[in-house]
Structures are given as structure tokens and as C-alpha cells.
């Protein structure tokens, strides 16, 4: 690709990309509850309202720009995993979507355990009384002292990436004087099909320890051999944001294999496999994510079969799902500040935030609706582009989208299924201050955690 300068023509691209949907949907006041919480509704006069209250309100009680964040939907997805996959199964939720001490709080009166990946997120989860036995702690390079406090404060699993790992974590536990339950990651060669930068399974990529080439296998061995370790189970995470269950039982199926090859060279059975997280959903009404219960189906009639096929006994099943639980239950709400429409080609609509609260579209190319929340509007559709308000042409919060043509600086809009990944990977970028998230749950609204002041920016600033 060239990089030299050249003179703009007026299109750098075509204005609606191939494949994408090119017509508004018939009515733009409609919610599609696929990409909205469930309780989000229009009132009698039009405007959103989430757990009983109305945009405006919490516009003007909590500002803009703020991520909404739906308290019963978070708490019945918590719920929908666990009965879906049972007691003989345990669900980690993954922290890194979003984690904050009244999501602990939440998760550990739901029944799901939790996957941290950092000292800060396994400081967050016992701070807020998460038990260190189910909160599993994972990641490529964890630091001695993140694997002491691992250790130390007793969490149930430790998740070992690479050799080094399996000598470090063996080599703390013995100094501590305990035997610390471990998983071992392996990448199973499947390739997700999801963004490069998101896709994990692949041999050509930083996590866990190859099955090819007898990686994992000998990997096994030497945990197995050390006195600090108890071996539990093995690990595979494919991706995100995935709709298609046929990689997850490529990677279940060869879980399994491995585990019949362990039985038959060191005569254990190992009692658990974990096949991670990165199940997709709806950013918009095109995408069709699958329900947990068939999602739960769906993997352990593969895991039953291959068992049975190797004369093993059924392991027990444990799953990472972060983005599918806290996705949905989430929007990110904005004031419009500017509007600019280029003839032919599209209108730029400024909000008051951008890359700083939502780097996914820049990062991934990630597609978001985004609707008119403070009113409803019988005005033409107009093709837009929701931009944020940082010093780069790349800060683009919804590439393409369809809002009313009587939108007006001062209104609301909102873009849903923001709850994964856009706080966790907020920015500061300009000096921009990071949201805050809003819990709702009827008719109550609390911020649990809250907007950066400047204050922050400065204590941060040492002078
Ligand atoms: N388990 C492991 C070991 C993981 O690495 C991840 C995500 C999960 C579970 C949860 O995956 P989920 O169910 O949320 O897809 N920042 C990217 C996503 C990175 C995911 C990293 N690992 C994004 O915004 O799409």
C-alpha cells in the first residue's frame, strides 16, 4: 500500500461497503431488542427509558458521555449461563470485558465463578469478597509477583501459558508450602473466524502451548512431574466474537484427544477441560448469536461423544464467557455537538466522546447501531457517520448507520452493546476524561464506577 501523499479525490472508498445492509430499517424509531438490554423501551413520549428511567434524566443526573448498564439483564445473562450449563459445569465470567467491584458483587450472587488476567483485576474481585477458589487467573506472561499473590490468596486455578510458566508457578507454590490446581492452555490449530486480532487458536500467535508437534503433551509431563503443581485440566480459548460453533468442536475434539493421550501414557484421567470464552453477539440486527443453552448443548454432546469414542470419563466442562454476559446489558449514551453533511456522500454526526470510550471501531473495523434516544422522529433517514470529538480522522464510533434528518445538536443518541470491551479498554487519549458506568435496575441509578475528573489527570501528573 502506498503511503505517499496524493491529492483526496471526494471518495476514499465506496460509501456503504460491499455486503453491508444499505436501506434504513423501514421505522428508525423501532428498537431491535437483539441489540438493546431488556429493559430498554420507548415511554409514552418517545424517549428511551432503562430500568424504568428515561435518557433525559439520566443525561442530566450522571452527564454525557456514560455507559448505562442494565442491573437485572447483566444479572439474568449470569443466570442463563449457569442453568444452562448446570451444576456438573462451571461458568468463569471473563473480567476483562468489564469488571468492577458491584460486577463481583453480582457475579457472586449469580453463581459464576471468574476469570481474571492481571494483579488489578484479581485486587478488584477479592477486594469486592469474590472467593479465591473460583476466580481462575490466566494470561501470557503474569509476573512472579502476580503469581505470588495467585498463590498466596489461594485461587482455584492458575491457567499456565508457556514452559517457563510451569517451572515458575510449581517453584512459588513449593516455596508457599501448597500444591496449586492448574490448567494448562494449548492452542488447538483452529482458526476462528473472527478479527485477526482477536483470534487466539492459530499456531501463529502469543497464547498457550501447541498441540502440534507434541507441545502440549510434553508440556503435560512436566507439570505432571512437579510436586507444587496439581494438574487439573487443559485449556483452549478460540477467539472472539464468534458465531459459529464449528471451531469451538474442532477445539473440544482435540481437547479431548489430548486427554485420552495423557491417560494412556501417564495412566491419569484428567477431571477437566475449559473451552473458554469468545462467543459473539448482536452489535446489530444482522448478527445472530446463539442462545447459552445451545451454546451448552452444543459442547457438551461434542465433549460426551468424543469422550465415549475414547473410553473416558466425561470431564467436567468449564466455559470463559465475558463479552456474551455484560455485551448487551450496556449502552454508551452521547450528546450530539456538531453535524456536518457532505454532499453525496454522508453526514458526520460529532458526540461528546469517541476513541477515548469505544476503541473497537478503529481496532477491529467493529460494526454498532446507534439510535435517537431523547425523541422520536418521522423525519427521512439520513446516512451517517458518528464521529467523537479526538484530534484523529480514524475516531469513528459507528461507521455507517441511519439517523433521522431532523437530528439536531442537543440531542441524545445511543449506541448499544457497548458493556465488553469499550470501558475495559477506555482511553485517555487528549486528556480525555473516562465515563462513568451507571448501574440501572428498577427505576434506580448508581453509579458504580465513576467519571474521571481532571483532578484524576492531574494527581496523576506529578509536575
Ligand atoms: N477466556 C480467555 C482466555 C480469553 O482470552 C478471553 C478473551 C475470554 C475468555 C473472553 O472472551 P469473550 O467471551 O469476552 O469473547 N478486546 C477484544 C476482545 C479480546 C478478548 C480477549 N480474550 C474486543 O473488544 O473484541
Redesign the pocket.
Known amino acids: 500500500m502506498s503511503r505517499s501523499a496524493h491529492p483526496a479525490g471526494p471518495r476514499h472508498a465506496d460509501v456503504l461497503p460491499e455486503g453491508h445492509y444499505s436501506a434504513p430499517a423501514a421505522d428508525l424509531n423501532v428498537l431491535d431488542e437483539k441489540v438493546w438490554s431488556r429493559t430498554v423501551t420507548r415511554d409514552a413520549d418517545g424517549a428511551l427509558t432503562v430500568g424504568g428511567i428515561a435518557v433525559a434524566r439520566l443525561a442530566e443526573e450522571f452527564g454525557t458521555p456514560a455507559y448505562f448498564l442494565d442491573e437485572s439483564d447483566f444479572r439474568a445473562r449470569c443466570r442463563a449461563w449457569a442453568d444452562a450449563f448446570g451444576p456438573d459445569a462451571d461458568v468463569?465470567y471473563?473480567g476483562?470485558?468489564f469488571l468492577s467491584r458491584a460486577v463481583v458483587r453480582w457475579l457472586k450472587e449469580e453463581g459464576l465463578n471468574l476469570?481474571v488476567?492481571s494483579g488489578g483485576e484479581l485486587t478488584t474481585a477479592l477486594d469486592a469478597g469474590m472467593p479465591a477458589e473460583r476466580i481462575a487467573f490466566?494470561g501470557n506472561n503474569k509476573t512472579v509477583a502476580e503469581i505470588e499473590r495467585a498463590v498466596e490468596a489461594g485461587v482455584g486455578r492458575i491457567?499456565l501459558d508457556s514452559f517457563q510458566e510451569i517451572v515458575r508457578v510449581a517453584h512459588i507454590a513449593q516455596r508457599h508450602g501448597v500444591r496449586q490446581r492448574v490448567q494448562i492452555?494449548v492452542t488447538v490449530g483452529v482458526e476462528a473466524h473472527?478479527?485477526e486480532?482477536?483470534a487466539?487458536a492459530h499456531e501463529d500467535q502469543k497464547?498457550g502451548i501447541a498441540l502440534a508437534d507434541g507441545q502440549a503433551a510434553e508440556a503435560v509431563r512436566r507439570a505432571l512431574s512437579l510436586d507444587g503443581l496439581e494438574l487439573i485440566g487443559v485449556?483452549s480459548?478460540i477467539?472472539?466474537?464468534?458465531f459459529d460453533m464449528a471451531g469451538f468442536e474442532v477445539s473440544a475434539r482435540r481437547v479431548v484427544q489430548l486427554l485420552a493421550e495423557i491417560r494412556d501414557e501417564h495412566g491419569v484421567e484428567l477431571p477437566e477441560i475449559?473451552l473458554?470464552?469468545?462467543?459473539?453477539i448482536a452489535y446489530t440486527s444482522d448478527d445472530d448469536p446463539r442462545e447459552p443453552h445451545e451454546i451448552a448443548k452444543a459442547l457438551s454432546d461434542i465433549v460426551t461423544r468424543e469422550c465415549e469414542a475414547a473410553k473416558l470419563r466425561t470431564p467436567r466442562i468449564s466455559?470463559?464467557?465475558?463479552?456474551?454476559?455484560?455485551?448487551p446489558t450496556a449502552f454508551t449514551l452521547y450528546e450530539v455537538g456538531t453535524i456536518k453533511p457532505l454532499e453525496g456522500l454522508r453526514t458526520y454526526v460529532s458526540v461528546d466522546g469517541g476513541m477515548s470510550d469505544n476503541?473497537?471501531t478503529a481496532?477491529?473495523d467493529?460494526e454498532y447501531s446507534v439510535a435517537l434516544v431523547s425523541r422520536t422522529s418521522d423525519a427521512e433517514p439520513m446516512l451517517v457517520r458518528v464521529v467523537g470529538k479526538h484530534c484523529e480522522s480514524g475516531d469513528i464510533v459507528v461507521k455507517d448507520a441511519f439517523l433521522p434528518a431532523d437530528l439536531a445538536p442537543g440531542d441524545l443518541i445511543a449506541v448499544p452493546a457497548t458493556g465488553?470491551?469499550?470501558r475495559?479498554?477506555a482511553s485517555n487519549y487528549n486528556h480525555a476524561l473516562r465515563p462513568p458506568v451507571v448501574a440501572v435496575r428498577d427505576g434506580e441509578a448508581r453509579v458504580i464506577v465513576r467519571r474521571e475528573t481532571e483532578e484524576d489527570l492531574l494527581r496523576l501528573d506529578v509536575g
Do not use: N, W
Open positions: 468463569f471473563a476483562k470485558a476469570d488476567c490466566h491457567v492452555r473472527t478479527h486480532f482477536i487466539t497464547f485449556h480459548h477467539g472472539s466474537q464468534i475449559d473458554g470464552g469468545g462467543l459473539g466455559v470463559e464467557p465475558g463479552r456474551a454476559i455484560v455485551g476503541i473497537r481496532l477491529y467493529a465488553a470491551y469499550c475495559s479498554m
